[in-house]
């Protein structure tokens, strides 16, 4: 069992950074890939980024691809999503997530673990 907290969110001005992070128990972490979703009020989940479990591959939705990134410390068990350029629409509750067999897929179905969230909201 992998147990996921999130932290770093809160309420910033566009234009402003943010970085979250999310520490996860156990002692397989740098097997698993992690992912990044969000989901605002009265939408679906979408995904954001994921990251391999050595950390060397990244991959990006579109809207925030070139302002956000993906990284991980397997040494303390954390993976960070650094946000720049901030946008109203970035607005939501963000999430973390795992896949056990370390696949970095988008699909939020497919990630067995799941944080709590943290809200971001940005103002414009």
């Known amino acids: 069992q992998v147990q996921l907290v999130e932290s770093g969110g809160g309420l910033v001005q566009a234009g402003a950074t943010l970085r979250l992070s999310c520490a996860a128990s156990?002692?397989?972490?740098?097997?698993?890939?992690m992912g990044w979703f969000r989901q605002a009020p009265g939408k679906e989940r979408e995904f954001v980024a994921t990251?391999?479990?050595?950390?060397?591959?990244?991959r990006y939705a579109d809207s925030v691809k070139g302002r956000f990134t993906i990284s991980r410390d397997n040494a303390k068990n954390t993976v960070y999503l650094q946000m720049n350029s901030l946008k109203p629409e970035d607005t939501a509750v963000y999430y973390c997530?795992?896949?056990?067999?370390?696949?970095?897929?988008?699909?939020?179905?497919?990630?067995?673990?799941w944080g709590q969230g943290t809200q971001v909201t940005v103002s414009s």
């Open positions: 997530a795992a896949n056990r067999a370390g696949f970095m897929t988008t699909r939020p179905r497919e990630y067995e673990y």
């Open positions: 990251i391999s479990g050595s950390g060397r591959r990244t």
């Open positions: 156990g002692r397989t972490f740098s097997t698993y890939a």
